[in-house]
Every structure is written in C-alpha cells, then in structure tokens.
C-alpha cells in the first residue's frame, strides 16, 4: 500500500529546515513542491511501503493508497501522530471504524548515531559475506563460517566482537 500525501493536511514542514518526509524516505520518494508548499510521493510505484514517511510527518498527512483486495473501495486507514503514539484509524466501507494504537519511537531528531557502539570499519572485512555488525545485533562472540570457506586475509571466524582489538565490551 503506496503512500500518498493529503494536500488539505500538509503544510511543506513550514518548521522544520527540511520537510520530515523527505528527510526520512529511504528512497528519496519525497519531494517539496516549492511552489505549492506541498508534498507529493513521487513515484508510488517505488514505495517500500516501510510508512516511515506516514509515521514522522507531524501533521498525520500521509496516508497509505489501499490496494482493493485489501482495502475495498470506501475503505480507509488513516494515522494519527502523537509525542509517543501513533493511532491508525480503519474505516471500513460499511462506516464501522476500528482504531489501534502503537507506541512510537521518541529519540530525537537528528540523535541517533547509528554507528554507536560498533568498531572502526576494516576494508578487509568487505570481502567476508557478512553484515556490517552482525555479530554485536545477534549477540553473539562471532559467527560461524561455512566449513572450508577461507575468509581473505583471516585464519578463521572474524575477531569476535568486544575483544581487545576493538577496544569494547559485551
Ligand atoms: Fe507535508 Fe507531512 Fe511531508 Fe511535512 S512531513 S512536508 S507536513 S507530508
Ligand atoms: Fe518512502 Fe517508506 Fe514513505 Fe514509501 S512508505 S514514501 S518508502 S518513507
């Protein structure tokens, strides 16, 4: 289910310096039309439907483009962005509404590091066939390697994470 911006609702972020939307959108889909003040999802057909969009706008004016065999027509679903929530409300065609709420993430703006914790990147280690901090997200000391697989410039199983090498902890 594409998003799609609700003109009525939208107010170009007036307070932000960028529009929240296009800041967010992980496939550049949003644009400000400077002229008109308003956003528009660009290209539909691109979205990955992640609703980041729809979740950070602060004035609830995106809204999800139900495809019919989910949302038959008349049907709608439409957020509602608190401080700590994010309600969505679902209108079925026969008027019933059904509302449910989620909490929502509340760090702020522009603090996430998202690099945090991890150890500095070593260029041998863009040859292994694993993701960048793999091991700290699962927890573990390291990960397995296939047998018979030979990692470039390894003997083994990559530096298990929180060894003296990268200077952290577990
Ligand atoms: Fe408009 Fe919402 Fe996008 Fe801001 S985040 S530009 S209010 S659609
Ligand atoms: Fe971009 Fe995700 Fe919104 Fe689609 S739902 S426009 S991919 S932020």
């Known amino acids: 289910m594409p998003t799609y911006v609700n003109p009525d609702k939208c107010d170009g972020c007036k307070a932000l310096d960028k529009p929240a939307c296009a800041y967010i959108c992980p496939n550049d889909l949003m644009i400000l039309d400077?002229?008109?003040?308003?956003?528009?999802?660009?290209?539909?057909?691109?979205?990955?439907?992640?609703?980041?969009?729809?979740?950070?706008?602060?004035?609830?004016?995106?809204?999800?483009?139900?495809?019919?065999?989910?949302?038959?027509?008349?049907?709608?679903?439409?957020?509602?962005?608190?401080?700590?929530?994010?309600?969505?409300?679902?209108?079925?065609?026969?008027?019933?509404?059904k509302r449910f709420k989620f909490p929502i993430r509340t760090t702020g703006w522009g603090t996430i590091e998202p690099y945090d914790g991890m150890r500095e990147p070593d260029a041998a280690e863009l040859k292994d066939s694993h993701l960048a901090g793999e091991d700290v997200w699962l927890g573990v000391d390291s990960l397995p390697v296939p047998e018979g697989v030979v990692l470039e410039g390894k003997s083994g199983n990559r530096e298990p994470a929180g060894s003296a090498a990268d200077g952290r902890s577990n």
């Open 34 to 97: 400077l002229a008109q003040g308003k956003a528009w999802n660009q290209e539909p057909d691109q979205c990955w439907e992640c609703y980041a969009c729809v979740k950070t706008c602060p004035q609830s004016a995106i809204a999800m483009r139900g495809y019919s065999d989910v949302m038959p027509l008349g049907a709608s679903l439409t957020p509602l962005r608190g401080t700590d929530s994010i309600m969505w409300t679902v209108q079925f065609r026969d008027k019933r509404v």
